[in-house]
C-alpha cells in the first residue's frame, strides 16, 4: 500500500476531502492541520548564534547514538541515587 501525504490550502480541503471519500479504493485514515508558524527576530538571532557556534568548533554537537547514550547513563545515575 503507498502513502501519499498532502499539503491543501484551507479553504479547499472540504471539497477535497468530499472527493475523496466517493473513491471506494482510497481510505481516508487521518486528517491533520499543521499549524504555521514563523520565527521572531530574537529567535532567528538565536538561532543564527548557535549555528556559528557550531560551526566555529565552539560548542560541541552530539549524535543521535550519543545524546540516548547519554540519557540511559544519567537515568542510571539518578535511579542509583534514589535507592
Known amino acids: 500500500m503507498t502513502q501519499i501525504t498532502l499539503n491543501i490550502e484551507d ?11 466517493t473513491i471506494n479504493y482510497i481510505s481516508l485514515e487521518s486528517i491533520s492541520k ?16 548557535r549555528r556559528a557556534k557550531h560551526r566555529s568548533g565552539e560548542s560541541k554537537s552530539h549524535t543521535w547514538e550519543e545524546v540516548k547514550a547519554n540519557a540511559r547513563k544519567t537515568r542510571q545515575e539518578n535511579l542509583k541515587k534514589k535507592q
Open 34 to 49: 499543521i499549524p504555521e508558524f514563523t520565527l521572531t527576530e530574537e529567535h532567528l538571532q538565536i538561532l543564527n548564534e
Open 11 to 21: 479553504d479547499k480541503v472540504k471539497v477535497f476531502i468530499d472527493f475523496i471519500k
